[in-house]
Nanobody, 124 residues
Framework: QVQLIESGGGLVQAGGSLRLSCAASGRTVGNYAMVWFRQAPGKEREFVAAINWSGDSVNYANSVKGRFTIFRDNAKNTMYLQMDNLKPEDTAVYYC?????????????????WGKGTQLTVSS
């Protein structure tokens, strides 16, 4: 089994920056794609960004393009989401997920492992 733990959330003012991390532990053998989803209270979970195993293919939701950057360090079994120019509408619980395939997908049901989430709150 693979365990995922998100970290780096917090409170930030609009226009600020924050970096989220997702550390994988357990049986991390093989190639796996990773993704960030987010969910605000009362809203559906939505796709944010995805990255394939090798890190050379990424995908972003239109709402975060140009502001967020996803990357990973496989030697550390860690994925990151660099968030710049944050907006109040970015406020949500951010979840990382892993799929036991080298390719990413935006379909949340196709991911095998999920973290418990980390809260991001953007004021004003």
């Amino acid at each position: 089994q693979v365990q995922l733990i998100e970290s780096g959330g917090g409170l930030v003012q609009a226009g600020g920056s924050l970096r989220l991390s997702c550390a994988a532990s357990g049986r991390t053998v093989g190639n796996y794609a990773m993704v960030w989803f987010r969910q605000a209270p009362g809203k559906e979970r939505e796709f944010v960004a995805a990255i394939n195993w090798s890190g050379d293919s990424v995908n972003y939701a239109n709402s975060v393009k140009g502001r967020f950057t996803i990357f990973r360090d496989n030697a550390k079994n860690t994925m990151y989401l660099q968030m710049d120019n944050l907006k109040p509408e970015d406020t949500a619980v951010y979840y990382c997920a892993a799929r036991m395939s080298p390719r990413w997908t935006v379909v949340d049901a196709l991911y095998d492992y999920w973290g418990k989430g980390t809260q991001l709150t953007v004021s004003s």
